[in-house]
């Protein structure tokens, strides 16, 4: 039985003497910043509202990782995050056997920078993208409904990687 145990013992022992974290799960944000101002995203598409949702989500998400607090004010912030939906589109991906669509599939594509206000240095700029899908609706009302809801989705993983692709690698 002890033969069972010993290598994962070891295993764990080893991943803790690393210094290994789940990524994300540092200790410190980048460029020693405490603090951080999240400006409201741009949106360079045609479809509304999409920068409030993602801005929001993007709060949310660096509140919730706590390695940085938020600042209202861009002034005493250590950090500023500034970034831009720069496309979304949705997609017929799927049809019933008259052509009609039976499921669309949306993708959002996002550009961010993270830069330490006080000398202008970044420290990570990026672009990421999600997809995801919906099944299609007969009356206007439901197909909205259903962009909605994969909108929220598309927003959640993106404000989600953008964190994870700024505190990374420190």
Known sequence: MSRIWFPALLFLGLLAGCGYHPAGHGTDFPGGMKTVWVQTFSNGTY???LEA???DRVVAEFAQ??????E???ERADGEIRGEVADYQTKAIAFDRHDQPTD???????RATLRRRQDGKVFWKGEVSWSEEYPAAFDKETQEVNESAAIKVLSENL????YLKMVENF
Do not use: D, H, Q, W
Request: no cysteine; charged share 25%.
């Open 47 to 49: 479809e509304p509202f």
């Open 53 to 55: 949702l993602l801005t």
């Open 65 to 70: 990782g706590g390695l940085v607090k938020l």
């Open 72 to 74: 209202e004010n861009p």
């Open 104 to 110: 669309y599939r949306s993708i959002m594509k996002v």
């Open 159 to 162: 404000a989600e990687e953008l």
